[in-house]
């Protein structure tokens, strides 16, 4: 409950940034999903920028942009473009999957 009035409070003066890190970490799968599509809204329809940080390839897969990190350093970028949520959770597995072994994805 304090997670979703915390984020509530965040929303409600409608803002330009949200800085997150992992919103979605101590909800249940209906109320992450809800704040995913949240986010989502208010990125398209107020321009406001949301800035997440997660280790769920779920909410991640909401993102239009994806970096990726290891050991504090870029090892990878991911921008859903036109792909599907389908597609994009593939390639988002496939970068994981590299990025997990210590390498860095190449495309």
């Known amino acids: 409950q304090q997670q979703r009035v915390a984020i509530a409070r965040a929303l409600v003066t409608s803002p330009s940034i949200i800085?997150?890190?992992?919103?979605?970490?101590?909800?249940?799968?209906?109320s992450a999903q809800n704040l995913m599509e949240t986010f989502s809204q208010i990125n398209a329809e107020m321009g406001a920028t949301i800035l997440m940080v997660t280790h769920d390839a779920f909410s991640a897969c909401y993102c239009r942009r994806i970096?990726?990190?290891?050991?504090?350093?870029?090892?990878?970028?991911?921008?859903?473009?036109?792909l599907d949520n389908t597609a994009f959770l593939r390639e988002l597995l496939n970068i994981l999957e590299s990025v997990n072994r210590g390498g860095r994805y190449v495309s």
């Open 67 to 82: 970096l990726f990190m290891r050991d504090g350093n870029i090892v990878a970028e991911l921008r859903k473009g036109d």
């Open 19 to 30: 800085l997150a890190d992992e919103p979605t970490g101590a909800l249940d799968s209906v």
